[in-house]
């Protein structure tokens, strides 16, 4: 285990960022990971996981430690399930293309999402219908101040719309090591209901999809309205959709008829953030090398220079916008890091 000085991250977060670290260290093993939590000669220390929901705005006076365990164990089967340990530093998409070959089903709508498995429960991340916390079970955590390693279940973690105890009461207090994943065995009963992926299967002319036919449609859907980070620095999608009163949500559809909105609960519903940006005239702009990206206005994008204060005042401009002309504030998503 070595610690290495003045470290570009460039390589380390999605929006490809230039960006330097005082300190970098790479963990391996939940050993490395405790002894470095108790190293006193760097007092500031930051994880780094995927760097796929991040937005570096700085050069990080810090000792930056990415997260690169790998592995996964198959806990426990029966006929009907199978439940999974996966270790925080495995690629997400690379393990739901994994758990496809293995005929294990759960994960299919959950295809191309960026980031790492460690990452995952802080977001409970989300798309086409589907939560992590839909298969969640439990994980594993190094608690920072006592380098105790910590079993999670899932009503521990508090989850709720792309959110979870990790950003909120256990924020910078826990850092993931492993989850446990619960999935289905064979006959699969892939979710389809999302219209977009009903559209896909459509169009290739499948009437019974399996698994593998969802999360071909989810790549598709996903590869036409997304950039490829490696092409096009991004994070995905920038900000979360905010969910508003029934009260507001009234007035907000008498002022635009014409806007789409998913019902929460009897008092809650959802809007769009893209929509909002979208109306604001943002999708598609580009201001330096900071811009919107043309074909999905949740996604902030990196042209190739831009800096992490240049897409954080790019973000400011969008909410600012956003509040003024509906009244609605816009919360971001990913992680700003200073």
């Not at 029966?78 to 270790?87: R, S």
């Not at 994994?98 to 191309?112: A, F, K, R, V």
Request: hydrophobic share 35%; net charge neutral; with cysteine.
């Amino acid at each position: 285990m070595k610690i290495q000085h003045n470290k570009s991250l460039k390589k380390y977060n999605t929006f490809g960022i230039e960006a330097l670290a005082s300190h970098f260290v790479e963990i391996t093993t939940i050993q490395n990971l405790q002894e470095v939590l108790q190293q006193e000669n760097y007092p500031k220390k930051i994880v780094l996981s995927g760097g796929s929901n991040m937005l570096i705005t700085n050069d990080l006076n810090a000792l930056v430690m990415h997260i690169n365990i790998k592995g996964i164990t198959i806990i426990s089967e029966d006929e009907n399930h199978v439940v999974l340990k996966i270790m925080a530093g495995e690629n997400w998409h690379e393990l739901v293309i994994w758990t496809i070959n293995q005929d294990y089903g759960g994960l299919e709508n959950l295809s191309l999402i960026p980031g790492n498995v460690g990452t995952s429960p802080i977001q409970n991340i989300g798309a086409y219908g589907v939560e992590l916390k839909d298969s969640f079970e439990s994980c594993e955590a190094i608690d920072v101040a006592t380098q105790q390693l910590i079993t999670f279940s899932k009503s521990d973690c508090q989850f709720g719309y792309r959110d979870s105890i990790f950003k909120n009461a256990g924020k910078g207090k826990y850092i993931i090591t492993s989850v446990n994943l619960k999935l289905n065995k064979p006959p699969h009963s892939p979710n389809t209901s999302y219209g977009a992926i009903e559209t896909e299967l459509k169009e290739n002319k499948i009437d019974h999809p399996t698994i593998k036919d969802v999360s071909d449609a989810v790549i598709a859907i996903r590869q036409k309205k997304l950039p490829d980070p490696i092409k096009l620095g991004n994070s995905g999608s920038f900000f979360k959709n905010p969910v508003i009163t029934k009260e507001k949500f009234i007035t907000f559809l008498d002022n635009n008829p014409d806007a789409p909105f998913y019902q929460i609960s009897e008092t809650s519903y959802k809007i769009p953030a893209g929509w909002l940006i979208e109306k604001c005239g943002f999708k598609g702009k580009r201001f330096g090398d900071a811009g919107v990206h043309k074909n999905q206005a949740l996604v902030l994008v990196n042209y190739g220079g831009a800096s992490g204060q240049e897409l954080l005042l790019l973000a400011h401009k969008i909410q600012d916008a956003v509040l003024t002309r509906f009244g609605i504030n816009i919360i971001p998503e990913v992680n700003i890091i200073s």
